[in-house]
């Protein structure tokens, strides 16, 4: 089977956007490579873009493995952890 990464990015973005404290800057479907890009509401500088690799890794922009596609909802939550977001 086939990795679709736009709806896995797509989904990451709805998951992350479920937590109070964080907001979706953007969702780069498009661009090589596509890219969620998620803030802390609170704070113009803890953001982070995510990317979706081959092996369904959702990964940060600095190589840090959030988790996979195989629960989303767990890896958008460890992205609010790590830009101190309340849970979702």
Known sequence: MMLDTALSLERFAWHAGRHADLAV??????????????????S?????????ADDGSFVTSWGYRLGTID???AAA???????????A
């Open 71 to 73: 629960d989303v909802e």
């Open 25 to 42: 800057q953007s969702l780069a479907l498009a661009s090589d490579p596509a890219y969620v890009s998620v803030r802390n509401r609170f």
């Open 44 to 52: 113009a500088t803890l953001a982070e873009s995510v990317t979706c």
């Open 77 to 87: 939550a460890r992205l609010a952890f790590l830009l101190a977001a309340l849970p």
